[in-house]
């Protein structure tokens, strides 16, 4: 029996007018939720992105050839259908990006990129027996290392798909996302010209 190919349509954390349409591996058609988490490649450069299941079709898009998805993250959404409605509303009636209502609506620590930067959880006590030999390794790195990427620790694990490694070290609270913010607060800088005392002075004018 021939499967339909699945597509679907994502909300990206980035400031882009459209939503995105991936492909959908066969094998994970049945776990597509609309509202979950998916990670996804995105820009020439193919970096990964935690992007949202808006909608999902068999209709391919025309105007680029569809990217399979990456991982899903999610087995239940994160984000119910009334509220992405209402973002929708939100998003019309502001005239803001999807991209920029999924950044502010949803915490860093569910949007998870190549970037994302991770450090070990000081005030958590754990039982190293209750790791995988994945995660303990990642947690051995973070006590060298003590700031990782999500592409450092796929290239230490030597592994492409390790978002469902990295979800599991946060739900036990034994990493934390680091949250970086840029000061997008520039000083205005206002030149003056000021006389001399001399310059003053109307007598001295024709000497000037």
């Known amino acids: 029996m021939m499967l339909d190919t699945l597509f679907i349509d994502v909300i990206l954390p ?8 991936y492909r959908v591996p066969n094998e994970l058609n049945d776990d597509i939720i609309i509202g979950q988490r998916v990670i996804v490649p995105f820009g020439r450069g193919g970096k ?3 992007a949202l299941v808006k909608d999902k079709h068999h209709t391919p898009p ?5 990217k399979y998805l990456y991982a899903i993250l999610d087995n239940h959404p994160i984000v119910n259908e009334k509220q992405l409605k209402h973002w ?8 803001a ?20 930067k991770f450090v070990i959880n000081r005030n958590t006590e754990f ?4 790791l995988s030999d994945d995660e303990y390794q990642v947690y051995e ?12 620790v796929s290239e230490i694990l030597s592994v492409k798909n390790i978002h469902q490694i990295i979800k599991s070290l946060i739900e036990k609270n034994i ?9 997008k607060y520039k000083p205005k800088v206002v030149q003056f010209v000021r006389l001399t005392t001399f310059a003053n002075k109307e007598e001295n004018l024709p000497a000037i």
């Open 175 to 183: 990493i934390i996302v680091v949250e970086e913010i840029n000061e």
């Open 14 to 21: 980035l400031p882009v007018p459209n939503f995105f349409t």
């Open 141 to 152: 790195a973070l006590t060298v290392r003590e700031v990782l990427t999500l592409s450092d």
């Open 88 to 95: 929708d509303w939100i998003a019309d009636y502001y005239l």
């Open 97 to 116: 990006y999807p991209g920029d209502i999924f950044n502010a609506a949803i915490p860093g620590a569910l949007k998870l990129s190549s970037e994302t």
């Open 127 to 130: 039982n190293s027996n209750d």
């Open 48 to 50: 990964l992105y935690t």
């Open 62 to 66: 025309k105007e680029y050839q569809a």
